[in-house]
């Protein structure tokens, strides 16, 4: 799979200075896409639990959108082959990072416009934001704040 045929298949654009024609890597591990911070389950299972009656959506070929950017900017959206992926947001995360979850029985992809497209095996992961430190907070013990893409 290249960004080409994800961003055809999907509908959904990507800017000028990205290279359509490589091949996405698919990988197993720990991803990041700009404010996101793609995690497999194994690696924060202990802080990760499902709602009760935690409701499952399928993901479909067009995308489901995880997060939009800051100020309604660009979308982060999982793509996935029909019944290839079932995604989640019932879930309590003990850092309140997570956004959702998704299980996957095939390669799944997820595309942003700026910062093009990241594969993942089969498997189950945590969608987090991601922190950054808050440098305006050095002198008082510091701090954090969510990154904003």
């Known amino acids: ?3 080409d045929t994800l961003s055809r298949r999907t509908g959904l654009t990507v800017l000028d200075h990205l290279e359509r024609q490589v091949a996405i890597p698919v990988i197993d591990g720990l991803q990041a896409q700009g404010d996101l911070l793609i995690v497999p389950m ?4 202990v802080a990760i639990t499902f709602r009760p009656g935690a409701r499952w959506a399928k993901v479909f070929g067009s995308g489901l959108e995880v997060l939009r950017g800051a100020a309604g900017g660009n979308p982060h959206t999982l793509v996935a082959d029909d019944g290839a992926c079932a995604w989640t947001w019932d879930v309590r995360d003990t850092l309140d990072l997570a956004l959702g979850v998704f299980r996957c ?3 799944v992809y997820l595309l942003h416009p700026e910062h093009g497209a990241t594969g993942f095996t089969p498997g189950t992961y945590v969608v987090r934001r991601q922190r950054e430190f808050d440098h305006r907070g050095w002198r008082r013990g510091g701090g954090s704040r ?3 893409d």
């Open 1 to 3: 799979m290249n960004l």
């Open 42 to 45: 194994p690696m924060v299972a």
């Open 105 to 107: 029985t095939r390669p």
């Open 146 to 148: 969510l990154v904003a």
